[in-house]
């Protein structure tokens, strides 16, 4: 019998959402990205804060990110420093869909949230949270 994966609730509020979406705009054509900081439970994940970094990579940043692993330490050690962990990581497809691209499941660390800011045709921007369990990705759901 196959395993059943069940998604879980992202709660990101509005102005985090907002965020995202800005720093994700402005980067265009190439990828943002950013740590998610806050806490898990069983079943759900509240991000209590965005940040919002440089795209670090020497690759094509068109279509990969990277987060300098300098930023990775200043933020990690901010959230422990309030009790809260980095649980995640959020960045765009400025011209795909925001389902996690080959590249994004290669990378991704088991378990992790993720967070995808992809534009339709019309401009408008769309979120999709992912999470990496036993070799595949997870739709979770997200909510304010």
Known sequence: MAKRYESIQVMLSASH????GRAAAA???????????GTRRTGQAEI???TVLAN?????RHSYYEIAPVDFLRVENEAHAR???VIGAWHSH???????S???RDLAWPDWCYVIAGF???????LGAWRFVDNRMIEDQLSQ
Do not use: F
């Open 94 to 100: 400025p011209h795909g869909p925001i389902l996690p």
């Open 27 to 37: 980067a265009k054509p190439i990828e943002a990205c950013g740590l998610l900081v």
């Open 120 to 126: 339709r045709d019309d401009g408008t921007m769309q």
């Open 17 to 20: 959402r907002r965020s995202i």
């Open 56 to 60: 670090y990579t020497r690759r094509d």
């Open 48 to 50: 209590e804060s965005v």
């Open 83 to 85: 009790n809260r962990d």
């Open 102 to 104: 080959a590249t994004d």
